[in-house]
């Protein structure tokens, strides 16, 4: 999956390297799905996009809500992790992460792989069902 | 005994004194002076910089900082207040140590359940309660950021790795690991000169590696103005310490 990124299939791209700004999450930011819902994990020709960050700034962080355009549909998803280094003792992962969530908070999926920022544990009343689906911690 | 050709019996010749050489007092001591106690080369005022070093020292009293480098492998348990039991313990492979004086900081790398992770530590911060050193050991190069584009396997640590133990009088080993890459692009065109790494098994065809010569500045080297000779620094900063520290 973190290949996916590196592919050149698209026709319109003439140039062979994609530069990967490591910054925070914002509208058309390609991510990646880490629970194991279906919506999340099953093939499509276009990788899961961000559409709207739910931001004063359009730019969203670790514990933000995005508006994410998977196979043809909107759905709500929550950051649990960017490329972008954020402040010291704060973990800083290689891909995206995003966990697909329902409007009123519950999550999709039913098991979290990935490790999650111990962050999001302050905003235990929002995300409290999503924490409970995680297994690791970082 | 020998039979003396006089007929009388030889003088007693004692046996020659057994000369006991101590081998651990011959082998020269190691120093390690870390990276942070060296002042950048600055107009400021050397005063800055000794009032930050007492401050660095008092802390080095109280929580023992080990010696390490980049590319060994240390544990860091730090204190969180959303973690259970409020700590939170982190094994990673160091592959930056920056910054200077109080705000040095070193970068941990590990690939856990396949997703990669850094975490950017303070070394005196006072939320670190621990640091481990699960095994000491030098790279070929300076800074390790090339482990992002590298293989996971060379990132991957168990995260109850146990301590290797190491001898104290030993020189640090250097890994000369070459580590293969995954295809290119990469965040950083890492086989330019400019990089200067010494720690990648290029796969590249001949043309690439000679294209990327093209952007060799070879002038560098001899370039006087960007001289920072810090023996002499050294020297005294490393008395000083050593006084500090054992008072």
Wanted: glycine share 6%.
């Amino acid at each position: 999956q973190g290949l996916l990124r590196r592919s050149v299939s698209h026709s319109f791209l003439s140039f062979t390297s994609i530069s990967e700004a490591r910054q925070a999450i914002q509208k058309l930011t390609r991510v990646r799905v880490v629970d194991n819902s279906a919506l999340g994990n099953t093939p499509y020709h276009r990788p899961p996009k961000c559409i709207h960050v739910y931001n004063k700034t359009g730019v969203g962080k670790v514990g933000d809500k995005i508006l994410l355009a998977i196979k043809g549909e909107k759905k709500k998803a929550l950051i649990v992790g960017h490329k972008m280094p954020g402040p010291t003792m704060t973990p800083r992962f290689d891909s995206n992460n995003v966990v697909l969530i329902e409007d009123n908070g519950n999550p999709i999926g039913t098991r979290i792989k990935t490790p999650i920022p111990y962050i999001l544990r302050q905003r235990e009343g929002e995300f409290s069902k999503v924490l409970a689906i995680a297994r690791n911690f970082v | 005994c020998r039979a003396s050709s006089d007929g009388k019996p030889a003088k007693f010749q004692p046996p020659a004194k057994p000369v006991i050489v101590d081998k651990q007092k011959q082998r020269v001591e190691r120093r390690f002076l870390s990276p942070e106690f060296i002042p950048p080369r600055g107009r400021t005022d050397p005063l800055k910089y000794y009032m930050e070093r007492k401050d660095m020292i008092q802390r080095r009293k109280v929580f023992n900082i080990p010696e390490f480098y980049v590319g060994s492998v240390l544990a860091v348990t730090t204190a969180d207040p959303y973690a259970n039991n409020k700590s939170n313990r982190f094994v990673g492979i160091c592959i930056q140590r920056g910054g200077k004086g109080l705000g040095a900081t070193f970068v941990l790398r590990n690939v856990i359940e396949g997703q990669g992770v850094e975490i950017c530590y303070e070394l005196y911060s006072p939320r670190i309660q621990a640091i481990e050193v699960l095994k000491l050991e030098k790279r070929l190069d300076d800074n390790l950021m090339y482990l992002r584009d590298a293989l996971p396997e060379y990132s991957t640590f168990d995260m109850n790795m146990k301590p290797e133990s190491h001898l104290d009088h030993e020189e640090i080993p250097v890994n000369k690991l070459q580590v293969r890459m995954k295809p290119k692009p990469w965040s950083k065109r890492w086989e330019r000169p400019k990089y200067n790494i010494k720690g990648i098994k290029f796969e590249l065809p001949e043309s690439k590696m000679k294209e990327a010569q093209k952007w060799s500045q070879p002038w560098l080297e001899f370039d006087m103005l960007r001289e920072y000779d810090t023996s002499k620094i050294e020297e005294q900063i490393w008395k000083e310490v050593n006084e500090e520290l054992k008072k």
